[in-house]
């Protein structure tokens, strides 16, 4: 009998109000042209004040319920990877739960930033492979809008608001289905590379983003090529076996530098880094239930996932759909 935690049904969502590089160009010292040369992005989304990090959260997790026919009863486990939570607590998983109207199961945040995503599925799938529940609502969920420095043009230019989220579910599977294979990794030797400059325990504020691009740039390309090559070593297959890779949407550049380190076509990777910026933990999932409600990703493919993140944290999952 092999247990493993199955890719059961995907959901996202969006704050209503979508910003061109050009209306931003209208507010801060940019353009739409520097932009788009040096990262990709066309547009993000910036949440209202009625859109919240769990309000975003418990929207995608309503469809990816729909998508894996199930009730938000059925649900006995609910991680938010998030850095933006609603509240310093309760975690925010408590707050997409009571909004499902889901009854008693276990719900926590995960805090690794850009990379949480990655690490809120592993602990998902060890959880689910040992038992503590038959299906999870894994979510990343982002309202980096508020912690962006909007004089800052650096930064604020990078990031969106956004929710992706999972349903995964334990099977005995016999058809190579499910979750293969995760690593993740953390050097906070980095962590002043990308930071918020705020928190409850030394400011007692907020604080907004700060980053070194040019170094977490650098960093990034070796830790995803690095990690990737590790979770492919893991289950045995080649690059040139994966199907589909669904990046952590930073910077195409990051992400176009990455797929040519392994030898990755670009028909291959998931890009949607020109629609939605950089949201952070919410970016994995969303491509993937973008690519997956397009019928670009299906049933019995090899999908790759891979972000990285402030700390520095990185991560990588391979998954048979
Ligand atoms: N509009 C116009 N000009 C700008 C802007 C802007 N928004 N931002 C910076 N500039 C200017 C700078 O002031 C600088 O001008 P100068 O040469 O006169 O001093 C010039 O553009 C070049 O700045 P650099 O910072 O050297 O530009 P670079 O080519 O490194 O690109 C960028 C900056 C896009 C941030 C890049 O370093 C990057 O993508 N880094 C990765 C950061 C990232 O993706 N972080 C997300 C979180 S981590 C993660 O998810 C992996």
């Not at 059961?8 to 590089?21: F, I, Q, Y």
């Not at 609910?78 to 408590?94: R, Y």
């Not at 969106?160 to 906070?188: K, M, N, Y």
């Not at 994966?242 to 040519?260: F, G, L, S, Y």
Request: with cysteine; hydrophobic share 45%.
């Amino acid at each position: 009998m092999t247990v493993r935690a199955i890719l059961a049904g995907t959901g996202s969502a969006l704050p209503r109000t979508r910003v061109s590089n050009a209306e931003l160009a209208a507010r801060v010292d940019t353009s739409d042209e520097w932009i788009v040369e040096r990262t990709g992005i066309r547009f993000r989304h910036i949440a209202e004040p009625d859109e919240t990090t769990a309000t975003l959260g418990a929207d995608a997790a309503r469809q990816a319920l729909a998508a894996a026919g199930l009730e938000p009863s059925d649900i006995g486990l609910i991680i938010v990877a998030t850095a933006t939570p609603d509240n310093t607590f309760p975690a925010s998983a408590t707050k997409v739960q009571a909004l499902l109207g889901a009854p008693d199961c276990i719900a926590f945040d995960v805090a690794a930033v850009c990379s949480g995503f990655l690490y809120a599925v592993s602990v998902a799938d060890s959880m689910l492979r040992t038992g503590a529940a038959k299906h999870a609502l894994v979510i990343g969920s982002e309202t980096f809008s508020r912690i962006l420095d909007w004089e800052d043009r650096t930064t604020c230019v990078l990031f969106g608001d956004g929710a992706g989220a999972v349903v995964l579910s334990a099977e005995d599977v016999e058809d190579g289905r499910g979750i293969l294979a995760t690593r993740l990794h953390a050097e906070g030797k980095y962590c002043d590379m990308l930071y918020v400059d705020g928190g409850p325990s030394t400011t007692g504020t907020v604080g907004h983003v700060r980053m070194q691009g040019r170094e977490v740039f650098r960093h990034a390309v070796t830790n995803l090529a690095s990690v990737l090559g590790e979770v492919m070593t893991d289950v045995g297959l080649s690059p040139d076996q994966i199907d589909w890779i669904v990046p952590h949407q930073a910077n195409k550049r990051i992400i176009d530098a990455t797929a040519k380190k392994l030898g990755l076509p670009p028909e291959r990777v998931v890009l949607t880094v020109d629609q939605h910026a950089n949201t952070s933990a919410a970016s994995v999932p969303l491509a993937l239930d973008l690519a997956v409600r397009d019928g670009r990703i299906k049933r019995g493919d090899l999908v790759v996932l891979e972000a990285m993140g402030g700390g520095f944290t990185w991560g990588a999952a391979v998954l048979r759909v």
